[in-house]
């Protein structure tokens, strides 16, 4: 049994491209391996925000784990600020990486580098990120491409501390889905599908309405040609809402490709997008439900209980093979 950790950020809505590249994915994990699923609510804090923004939004995205299929009896699913092993670990680590290495991180260049009112925070939050995995003695991490940078740089980190101080660290590994794992835009197929895109024609919210959803797929951005065939360079959007359909059916891509030919571009578009609102209904149903009861509150208040099980022998084990003296 492998141990699997992953975590999303409460900011803004989950769209398709987070269920299908990531949050899907996890369900069957949970069947097979010992997982830990993570509200990463003190990355959040890098960027100033309204509080009670942050505290909805937070109950919101563990709603949705669940809704998605995430079982509470089978994964543990908590608040990261409910476990306060992380934050004390990433200052520990945080003495442990270098200044280079985090400048060198992509995101932190395309968000903060040049501006002198970012916080430290947006600059250190890779090794919050490195521990979060780390912390758990994690084998392998659920991620998408543009992801594969922070989970390098906590095998880096892992690897540094274990030569430094005390072979700690277990060395985790990618886990990268085949299909599905880059949800491109449907405004614009050729950059990944984002909440911070500039118009909301790029993206599909779990909990958008079946209209809205239906227009977006019918508006989708396509080609002048007619031939439907799997090519992301020449063919981004009608490879992307191959992609779409594929993971949300279940069915191949050369299925798909051979189903549809001769068809046309609009019914493929027409039939993903009721393929994504077939996939959508049971999440939003199941939401809707679970924000009108407590039951969240009691899996979360379990799931912190278990993660701070789960992470206090690493964290003592860091702390003495440090120096530091613990009574």
């Given at each position: 049994m492998a141990r699997v950790f992953s975590g999303m950020q409460p900011t803004g809505d989950l769209h398709l491209g987070n269920y299908l590249g990531a949050l899907k994915h996890f369900i069957p994990y949970q069947e097979k391996d010992d997982c830990y699923f993570c509200v990463v609510d003190l990355h959040a804090l890098t960027v100033p925000g309204d509080p009670e923004a942050l505290r909805k939004k937070s109950l919101e995205l563990a709603m949705l784990y669940v809704a998605a299929g995430v079982d509470p009896n089978k994964a543990t699913l908590f608040l990261q600020s409910n476990n306060s092993a992380h934050a004390e670990a990433a200052w520990l680590m945080q003495c442990v990486a270098k200044f280079g290495e985090l400048g060198r991180m992509t995101q932190f260049k395309d968000k903060g580098q040049g501006s002198e009112s970012v916080t430290t925070g947006l600059f250190t939050y890779p090794v919050l990120m490195a521990v979060d995995i780390l912390l758990y003695n994690t084998d392998e991490v659920p991620v998408g491409e543009d992801q594969k940078q922070h989970l390098e740089l906590a095998r880096n980190l892992a690897e540094r501390f274990n030569r430094q101080y005390e072979?700690?660290?277990?060395?985790?590994?990618?886990?990268?889905?085949?299909?599905?794992?880059?949800?491109?835009?449907?405004?614009?197929?050729?950059?990944?599908?984002?909440?911070?895109?500039?118009?909301?024609?790029?993206?599909?919210?779990?909990?958008?309405?079946?209209?809205?959803?239906?227009?977006?797929?019918?508006?989708?951005?396509?080609?002048?040609?007619?031939?439907?065939?799997?090519?992301?360079?020449?063919?981004?959007?009608?490879?992307?809402?191959?992609?779409?359909?594929?993971?949300?059916?279940?069915?191949?891509?050369?299925?798909?490709?051979?189903?549809?030919?001769?068809?046309?571009?609009?019914?493929?578009?027409?039939?993903?997008?009721?393929?994504?609102?077939?996939?959508?209904?049971?999440?939003?149903?199941?939401?809707?439900?679970?924000?009108?009861?407590?039951?969240?509150?009691?899996?979360?208040?379990?799931?912190?209980?278990?993660?701070?099980?789960?992470?206090?022998?690493?964290?003592?084990?860091?702390?003495h093979a440090m120096g530091l003296v613990t009574f």
């Open positions: 072979e700690i660290f277990t060395i985790p590994e990618p886990r990268i889905p085949d299909t599905g794992a880059r949800i491109m835009g449907l405004d614009n197929p050729e950059k990944k599908m984002s909440k911070s895109a500039a118009s909301p024609a790029n993206y599909v919210m779990l909990l958008e309405d079946e209209k809205t959803i239906m227009k977006k797929f019918k508006r989708a951005v396509t080609d002048s040609d007619t031939e439907i065939r799997f090519d992301p360079e020449q063919k981004a959007g009608i490879s992307n809402l191959l992609s779409i359909m594929s993971v949300v059916t279940g069915k191949s891509i050369p299925a798909l490709i051979e189903e549809y030919q001769g068809r046309g571009y609009g019914h493929l578009k027409v039939d993903t997008g009721e393929a994504v609102i077939e996939a959508l209904r049971p999440i939003q149903q199941r939401y809707q439900a679970l924000a009108k009861s407590n039951e969240i509150e009691a899996i979360l208040t379990q799931g912190a209980i278990k993660a701070r099980e789960a992470t206090s022998e690493t964290l003592a084990k860091m702390k």
